[in-house]
């Protein structure tokens, strides 16, 4: 399968030099599209319109607005398109649209947690009574552009946890576009974008980002907790991410003897 990947950051550098390696049977690297000329780590960078072109599948690891902006335009060219900036689909239209797009094909990376498969079937079962995800990271990295002044300082010289938003799963992983997709991811996942509650704490004395996920309904009660080492490169991004989106390569390339 011939494999191309969006974006050279944290996320796609990793995907794309382990591609390119060999990591994944099966799997050819053809390039990425980033937006420094350079190569990354040797990597070969093709303008985004031959990456689609040459690619069988291509790996958004761009961020919200690279997917929304050219993630429609991978699938009307009948290339599927695997999504780690998964927090975009809060947005319905673009959701809609992607979906509706085609004739490629939508996949969803697990990103930073798992447990998702479970709390699918869970949802299957029966409608979920409650859901929530906490998101716990270091204060640097969750200052947003649209905090007020006053509420960025006080992130940044918090000496304490501070939960920064509790909200529905859709408002939070809007607010926070590099830091909470993953509370999309669960919404996504239990199909019912109301009833996941999300929050994000900034906490000062977090070595390690946490997101903790518990769920009740008629299936059983859950609960999951990870704790991810951050990426040295982009500490907003769990350093775990580019070995689950290739993991999630591995088994569109291998589709025999793997879990979904
Ligand atoms: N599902 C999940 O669990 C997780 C999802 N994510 C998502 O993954 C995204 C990427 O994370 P990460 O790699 O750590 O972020 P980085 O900031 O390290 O890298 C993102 C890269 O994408 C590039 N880029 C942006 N827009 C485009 C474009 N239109 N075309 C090509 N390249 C582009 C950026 O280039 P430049 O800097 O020049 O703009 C940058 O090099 C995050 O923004 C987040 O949305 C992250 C962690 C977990
Ligand atoms: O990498 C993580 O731990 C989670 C993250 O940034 C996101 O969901 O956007």
Known sequence: MKVGVIG?????SVVATRLRAGAVPGVRLTGV????????????????????????????????QALAALGPRVLDAGRDLLVVSVGALADQHLLDTLLAAGPGAVHLST????????????AAMGPLESVEIVTTKKPA???QPWMPEEQANRLREADAPVEVLRAPARTVTAAFPASANVA???ALAVGAWDTVEAAVVADPGAARTSHVITAEGPAGTYRFEINNHPS???PTSSRIVPYAVLSAIGGLANPRGVFR
């Open 33 to 64: 599209a980033h937006s420094d000329p350079a190569d990354p780590d040797g990597v070969p960078v093709l303008p985004f319109d031959e990456l689609v072109a040459e690619s069988e599948l291509v790996v958004e690891c761009a961020g919200q």
């Open 141 to 143: 990295g969750l200052v």
């Open 111 to 122: 990103g930073a947690i798992g447990g998702l498969d479970l709390l699918a079937a869970a």
């Open 232 to 234: 040295p490169r982009t």
């Open 184 to 186: 999309a991811s669960v």
């Open 8 to 12: 050279a950051g944290s996320i796609g």
